[in-house]
């Protein structure tokens, strides 16, 4: 606790001074944030370093696995969250980040080992369509459970597939339909600081730089 304090006794004497008017300016008009950030609770992630972005900019969800539950008709957090992401707030874009040496995603990997933790293993029950796209593709039986040298690809996987989960709120299939909301799946790499990216009619990564190409042109001109 005492990093933190500290952290915050300097926030206040030294960075709110100096962005007093972006913060006057987020209290005064509310927030206007462009892109829907749907990321892991991992602590070695943070949307705004890796993004360079600043408050007021992403509208952030954090969970561990960045899982996004299929659309049903029970209300839970990540829901109502992309719902009024989407509906109210009109954000344009929205990613979908996993990341390298993910827990969940290890968890996932072999549920035994979860016994004791029913609510985490009830979880990630929604990555189980990745895990088992993982076994098909390597000729793993499905009652056999996914090893360490799987895990990277396992990550990708369920990025992909919380991607496919996204699709399934109505309020995104409405926007995707007319062309309003992007969705792009991205893979963080922590010891790096790369990142692999698809988009959501895709099943392959690719480097940040050749994925964004086009963009990164228009913003180097």
């Given at each position: 606790?005492?990093?933190?304090?500290?952290g915050v006794l300097?926030?206040?004497?030294?960075?709110?001074?100096?962005?007093?008017?972006?913060f006057g300016a987020?209290?005064?008009?509310?927030?206007?944030?462009?892109?829907?950030?749907?990321?892991?609770?991992?602590?070695?992630?943070?949307?705004?370093?890796?993004?360079?972005?600043?408050?007021?900019?992403?509208?952030?969800?954090?969970?561990?696995?960045?899982?996004?539950?299929?659309?049903?008709?029970?209300?839970?957090?990540?829901?109502?969250?992309?719902?009024?992401?989407?509906?109210?707030?009109?954000?344009?874009?929205?990613?979908?980040?996993?990341?390298?040496?993910?827990?969940?995603?290890?968890?996932?990997?072999?549920?035994?080992?979860?016994?004791?933790?029913?609510?985490?293993?009830?979880?990630?029950?929604?990555?189980?369509?990745?895990?088992?796209?993982?076994?098909?593709?390597?000729?793993?039986?499905?009652?056999?459970?996914?090893?360490?040298?799987?895990?990277?690809?396992?990550?990708?996987?369920?990025?992909?597939?919380?991607?496919?989960?996204?699709?399934?709120?109505?309020?995104?299939?409405?926007?995707?339909?007319?062309?309003?909301?992007?969705?792009?799946?991205?893979?963080?790499?922590?010891?790096?600081?790369?990142?692999?990216?698809?988009?959501?009619?895709?099943?392959?990564?690719?480097?940040?730089?050749?994925?964004?190409?086009?963009?990164?042109?228009?913003?180097?001109?």
């Open positions: 606790m005492e990093k933190l304090i500290r300097n926030f206040k004497q030294n960075v709110y001074p100096q962005q007093k008017d972006l987020l209290a005064d008009d509310g927030q206007n944030p462009d892109v829907l950030f749907i990321t892991c609770s991992d602590s070695r992630i943070d949307p705004n370093m890796v993004t360079g972005s600043a408050p007021g900019d992403l509208f952030i969800c954090r969970n561990a696995g960045n899982i996004i539950p299929p659309h049903s008709n029970e209300t839970g957090g990540m829901t109502a969250s992309i719902e009024y992401a989407v509906a109210v707030l009109g954000v344009r874009h929205i990613i979908v980040c996993g990341h390298t040496d993910c827990g969940a995603i290890k968890g996932a990997l072999d549920m035994t080992k979860l016994k004791g933790l029913p609510h985490v293993k009830e979880w990630l029950g929604h990555c189980r369509s990745a895990m088992e796209i993982v076994r098909e593709r390597n000729g793993i039986p499905s009652d056999q459970c996914l090893e360490s040298e799987h895990l990277n690809e396992a990550i990708e996987e369920n990025v992909l597939q919380q991607v496919q989960h996204l699709r399934t709120h109505p309020v995104v299939a409405a926007k995707l339909a007319t062309k309003k909301v992007s969705i792009h799946g991205w893979v963080y790499d922590i010891k790096s600081g790369g990142i692999r990216c698809c988009s959501h009619n895709s099943d392959t990564f690719n480097d940040f730089s050749a994925h964004y190409a086009d963009i990164i042109e228009q913003v180097s001109d």
